[in-house]
């Protein structure tokens, strides 16, 4: 997306938060539909919009009056896009009657697979949950969902779907055997089986409870023996205080419960009016989830599963892409933050686009605690773009702030590449200087120790 774009959305998405705390639903709906434009796979957007449409009509499931006949005409142009396999123009028409009644099944259905088929699983993921909600019988939009949720490895609340579609048709032996296989899943990915050593590497459910003074039924003993117990003991008492649910939500993700500290600070968000400190808590509890995804996959696919292996290539993808939406938008909001830059800069190096990143990492090198590394990221990023005397003087630069023990590869990368390139410049001793640092910390390091001896006549 173009620089243009990336500030269109951004001026957008604040102009949207203004009027939602306004309770102006008609022009929150207008901007964040334009955020959604913008950056289709965004969740958040997604998300923010169909929450302020059903504010809109007040919760009441039908939308608009007259909705079914308002909606006849979006209906046929989803069909005729259906036939072309015109995902992008699904999609439009799509949030086209969404406004129109955010509640529609099928519109929500038909949004999930057109996202699917565009690569925005969780935006997908979501669309297909609004379906299930509105239809919670329908098979087919259990299935899609069920899918979804084991193509990102969200294996439990896969396993919760299927059993709810073995629930409607009690014959369905394919959904009650992907339920089982997707149980087993979570056990293993989750439950910590496979990297114990021994029965003693598992602590038992009443163990945990026991340790932090749980009893069966959920409650603890008494106030100041459970966080979690006194937290929502609090929200109970003071329902509408988001700080409540921002300590909660700060509490499950200490835990390691993802699932549990979304959906609490989505709470707080609701009830702060779209606080934007906490949608970025929002943010990055999801970002979490998918390196949690990611890593689970990793695990497995190196045991040989196959699944597992097909789903690495997209789970990383999809989490990079979300880090660049994410990281953008922060850089906007918050220009004197060089760390974002910096770690913008890293995804876009990631992404072969290394004119991005220059400007990123030039920024970044004017804070004292990444200097170094930002002038060495910024290095590479001018060899990859052949400006190569460009590329040597902020490897100059970096060379001296290295230490080998505090940053062992980057010191190698460095003075191996400045050998390179005085090597390539005729500077013989320069390059001997630069190589020989390198043999010093790694003898095996590349081609280096072949170049010296090259250089030194043989």
Same mark, same amino acid.
């Given at each position: 997306?173009?620089?243009?774009?990336?500030?269109?959305?951004?001026?957008?998405?604040?102009?949207?938060?203004?009027?939602?705390?306004?309770?102006?639903?008609?022009?929150?709906?207008?901007?964040?539909?334009?955020?959604?434009?913008?950056?289709?796979?965004?969740?958040?957007?997604?998300?923010?919009?169909?929450?302020?449409?059903?504010?809109?009509?007040?919760?009441?499931?039908?939308?608009?009056?007259?909705?079914?006949?308002?909606?006849?005409?979006?209906?046929?142009?989803?069909?005729?896009?259906?036939?072309?396999?015109?995902?992008?123009?699904?999609?439009?028409?799509?949030?086209?009657?969404?406004?129109?009644?955010?509640?529609?099944?099928?519109?929500?259905?038909?949004?999930?697979?057109?996202?699917?088929?565009?690569?925005?699983?969780?935006?997908?993921?979501?669309?297909?949950?609004?379906?299930?909600?509105?239809?919670?019988?329908?098979?087919?939009?259990?299935?899609?969902?069920?899918?979804?949720?084991?193509?990102?490895?969200?294996?439990?609340?896969?396993?919760?779907?299927?059993?709810?579609?073995?629930?409607?048709?009690?014959?369905?032996?394919? *959904? %009650?055997?992907?339920? #089982?296989? /997707?149980?087993?899943?979570?056990?293993? @990915?989750?439950?910590?089986? +496979?990297?114990? &050593?021994?029965?003693?590497?598992?602590?038992?459910?009443?163990?945990?409870?026991?340790?932090?003074?749980?009893?069966?039924?959920?409650?603890?003993?008494?106030?100041?023996?459970?966080?979690?117990?006194?937290?929502?003991?609090?929200?109970?008492?003071?329902?509408?205080?988001?700080?409540?649910?921002?300590?909660?939500?700060?509490?499950?993700?200490?835990?390691?419960?993802?699932?549990? *500290? %979304?959906?609490?600070? #989505?709470? /707080?968000?609701?009830?702060?009016?779209? @606080?934007?400190?906490?949608? +970025?808590?929002? &943010?990055?509890?999801?970002?979490?989830?998918?390196?949690?995804?990611?890593?689970?996959?990793?695990?497995?696919?190196?045991?040989?599963?196959?699944?597992?292996?097909?789903?690495?290539?997209?789970?990383?993808?999809?989490?990079?892409?979300?880090?660049?939406?994410?990281?953008?938008?922060?850089?906007?909001?918050?220009?004197?933050?060089?760390?974002?830059?910096?770690?913008?800069?890293?995804?876009?190096?990631?992404?072969?686009?290394?004119?991005?990143?220059?400007?990123?990492?030039?920024?970044?090198?004017?804070?004292?605690?990444?200097?170094?590394?930002?002038?060495?990221?910024?290095?590479?990023?001018?060899?990859?773009?052949?400006?190569?005397?460009?590329?040597?003087?902020?490897?100059?630069?970096?060379?001296?702030?290295?230490?080998?023990?505090?940053?062992?590869?980057?010191?190698?990368?460095?003075?191996?590449?400045?050998?390179?390139?005085?090597?390539?410049?005729?500077?013989?001793?320069?390059?001997?200087?630069?190589?020989?640092?390198?043999?010093?910390?790694?003898?095996?390091?590349?081609?280096?120790?072949?170049?010296?001896?090259?250089?030194?006549?043989?």
């Amino acid at each position: 997306m173009s620089g243009d774009k990336r500030k269109l959305a951004a001026d957008c998405w604040r102009r949207g938060n203004e009027a939602m705390q306004k309770e102006n639903w008609d022009y929150a709906i207008q901007m964040f539909h334009q955020c959604v434009r913008f950056e289709p796979g965004n969740l958040l957007f997604r998300q923010t919009l169909r929450g302020c449409e059903e504010k809109k009509y007040g919760g009441n499931k039908t939308g608009a009056k007259m909705a079914g006949m308002k909606l006849m005409s979006v209906r046929g142009k989803i069909k005729k896009s259906q036939l072309k396999k015109d995902w992008d123009s699904i999609d439009k028409a799509c949030e086209e009657g969404l406004m129109v009644n955010p509640w529609d099944a099928q519109l929500n259905a038909d949004l999930g697979t057109a996202l699917k088929e565009l690569g925005h699983t969780n935006c997908a993921a979501f669309a297909y949950e609004k379906a299930v909600g509105a239809d919670g019988k329908n098979k087919g939009f259990l299935r899609e969902l069920a899918e979804l949720y084991e193509g990102r490895g969200d294996y439990k609340l896969a396993t919760g779907i299927w059993e709810r579609i073995t629930k409607i048709d009690p014959m369905d032996g394919d *959904a %009650r055997m992907r339920g #089982q296989q /997707a149980a087993t899943k979570q056990v293993i @990915d989750r439950g910590g089986y +496979e990297g114990a &050593e021994s029965s003693k590497g598992v602590m038992a459910d009443h163990e945990v409870a026991k340790r932090l003074n749980i009893q069966k039924d959920g409650q603890a003993d008494g106030p100041g023996q459970s966080e979690e117990a006194d937290l929502q003991r609090a929200i109970r008492k003071e329902p509408d205080n988001k700080d409540h649910y921002t300590k909660l939500g700060d509490f499950y993700r200490r835990a390691g419960k993802l699932d549990e *500290a %979304r959906d609490i600070y #989505q709470k /707080a968000v609701e009830l702060s009016g779209g @606080d934007v400190n906490i949608r +970025e808590q929002v &943010e990055d509890v999801e970002l979490d989830m998918m390196r949690k995804n990611l890593e689970i996959a990793q695990q497995k696919a190196g045991e040989g599963d196959e699944t597992a292996k097909a789903n690495v290539a997209g789970l990383d993808k999809e989490l990079l892409l979300r880090e660049i939406e994410v990281l953008r938008s922060r850089v906007e909001r918050y220009p004197n933050d060089m760390r974002n830059k910096f770690r913008l800069g890293e995804c876009f190096m990631r992404t072969k686009q290394f004119g991005e990143a220059i400007p990123l990492f030039q920024q970044a090198s004017q804070d004292n605690r990444i200097e170094t590394k930002a002038l060495a990221k910024l290095g590479f990023c001018f060899m990859q773009e052949k400006k190569y005397p460009l590329a040597k003087r902020q490897f100059e630069k970096a060379a001296p702030k290295l230490n080998a023990n505090d940053h062992p590869d980057l010191f190698k990368d460095v003075n191996y590449w400045l050998g390179r390139l005085c090597e390539a410049a005729g500077d013989k001793e320069s390059a001997e200087n630069y190589f020989s640092e390198v043999l010093a910390v790694d003898y095996n390091y590349k081609d280096t120790l072949k170049r010296l001896e090259e250089l030194q006549g043989g």
